[in-house]
């Protein structure tokens, strides 16, 4: 197919690879041309705008940094879609502005389906992220052939509305929130009591933290915060995301929300979300 991909960040260069082992017709845009240039050298014929990526296109897969981004980039700039084209927003984004997405889309004679994906770069790399897909049934069916090619076939949700996969991917991200701030707090609550970084981590290995406590007990212990699998910053949008979607209090998601924009404020923005745990390590 003729594929458009449009956001090559962390995510977006490991998803868009998938699509062109697969065998797909791939364009590409990013705002920056260095990543663009990257996806070229692997086969993508690359843009020079994003409406010229998109012109042509039975398909166009989004991933951007989040909700502003996608108005900006795709909404408020009317990208000319080809007619009945299909537009998988892979972006995290809020139910609110799911719905909002796909009435804009209906009215431009698209298809709108939501797709975010739940993992870091690692599974992405190796084609075994949970997707959830969310939209009109046709429209979600075909989109589902489309980022299988990505997907853990174990993990693919489908769910029948782009604000439900919104949310599903918000209360994803709400857990990898929570959980960081169960690491943190029992580091505090270990050190204050005479146990060693290797001591707490060792005790988490035998709670319900025990796989966030592996998956980012390296990256504590050798404080390499700099390799980062999902940055301060993105985990600052979305907890952002997830308060103004509540309607009743999120304290947990809160207390992490505040961390965030306090490592944000500290240059610590593009450092992986272990950092959080760096005073404490």
Do not use: C
Not at 52 to 69: K, M, R, W
């Amino acid at each position: 197919m003729r594929i458009s991909f449009i956001g090559l960040g962390r995510m977006g260069r490991e998803l868009v690879v998938h699509l062109i082992d697969a065998g797909h017709e791939v364009t590409v845009w990013n705002r920056s041309a260095p990543a663009a240039e990257e996806i070229g050298a692997r086969g993508a014929t690359v843009a020079q705008s994003a409406a010229a990526a998109v012109a042509d296109a039975e398909v166009v897969v989004t991933a951007l940094f989040g909700p502003d981004t996608v108005r900006e980039v795709v909404v408020n700039a009317g990208l000319p879609f080809a007619s009945s084209a299909l537009w998988i927003d892979v972006t995290t984004v809020a139910p609110g502005d799911a719905a909002a997405f796909a009435a804009w889309a209906s009215d431009a004679d698209v298809r709108y389906v939501h797709s975010p994906v739940i993992g870091s770069l690692a599974p992405a790399r190796a084609g075994r992220l949970a997707v959830l897909v969310g939209g009109e049934a046709d429209a979600a069916k075909e989109a589902a052939g489309i980022v299988s090619v990505w997907s853990d076939p174990d993990k693919l949700r489908m769910v029948d509305s782009a604000p439900k996969a919104a949310t599903g991917k918000l209360i994803a991200n709400l857990a990898l929130a929570v959980s960081m701030e169960g690491v943190v707090e029992a580091l505090r609550l270990g050190h204050s009591n005479g146990l060693s970084t290797e001591d707490v981590l060792s005790t988490l290995a035998l709670t319900t933290l025990a796989p966030l406590a592996a998956f980012k007990g390296d990256v504590i212990r050798d404080r390499s915060f700099d390799d980062t699998q999902f940055s301060v910053d993105l985990l600052l949008k979305d907890t952002r995301l997830m308060i103004a979607s509540s309607r009743s209090p999120l304290p947990t998601v809160s207390v992490v929300h505040e961390a965030l924009e306090d490592a944000s404020r500290d240059d610590r923005g593009a450092k992986d979300i272990a950092v959080l745990a760096e005073r404490d390590a």
